[in-house]
T-cell receptor, first 113, second 115 residues
């Protein structure tokens, strides 16, 4: 158990809808990262938050947004969903410091029909 | 931009045989290197990491990796594999001294251990 909690585990929704994925980091970790894993794109970095502030942005679509709250949990919002958004979405957390490894949750599997 | 190449998408191997999973990264500057393992329907678990110092790094489950700066490689090895090692293995890189510890992953190598 990595200590990173993601909910829900599975999500099935229709095209055009909006969903929210939630992540609670390990105790003491101030950084939260979001990744998307799909068969055609592999593991893609989406965004990194540190203590409530955005630190780095990757290949995140404009239809997607994220935030980190004062209690350090994070939410990834996906809107105007398309079939191609179906994927496994991972959250990871880490402590500050160069080379600190990321600790991953078990992911949320999103299916858009 | 950083990138990671895992040349082998799948590596079949018999139980108790040795295995090497290859990883090359593109960078002329210092980096941090990692190997993660993903079992079916699970998240990624850290196997080992190279930050600095000794180029031979030992990890969990009997795995080790060797950092080779001149060849920009970080190959993963295990002298004797078990059926339970069947999983997807990902090599990843992060910037040295950057503002973020974000990881750039390779495309993964499926290690298929056969009895």
């Amino acid at each position: 158990d990595s200590g990173v909690t993601q909910t829900p585990k599975h999500l099935i929704t229709a095209t055009g809808q909006r969903v929210t994925l939630r992540c609670s980091p390990r105790s003491g970790d101030l950084s939260v990262y979001w990744y998307q894993q799909s068969l055609d794109q592999g593991l893609q970095f989406l965004i990194h938050y540190y203590n409530g502030e955005e630190r780095a942005k990757g290949n995140i679509l404009e239809r997607f947004s994220a935030q980190q709250f004062p209690d350090l949990h994070s939410e990834l919002n996906l809107s105007s969903l398309e079939l191609g958004d179906s994927a496994l979405y991972f959250c990871a957390s880490s402590v500050e410091g160069g080379g600190s490894p990321l600790h991953f949750g078990n992911g949320t599997r999103l299916t858009v029909t | 931009a950083q990138s990671v190449t895992q040349l082998d998408s799948q590596v079949p191997v018999f139980e108790e045989a040795p295995v090497e999973l290859r990883c090359n990264y593109s960078s002329s500057v210092s980096v941090y290197l990692f190997w993660y393992v993903q079992y079916p329907n699970q998240g990624l678990q850290l196997l080992l990491k190279y930050l600095s110092g000794s180029t031979l790094v030992k990890g969990i489950n009997g795995f080790e990796a060797e950092f080779n700066k001149s060849q920009t490689s970080f190959h993963l090895r295990k002298p004797s594999v078990h059926i339970s090692d069947t999983a997807e293995y990902f090599c990843a890189v992060s910037d040295y001294g950057g503002a973020t510890n974000k990881l750039i992953f390779g495309t993964g190598t499926l290690l298929a251990v056969q009895p």
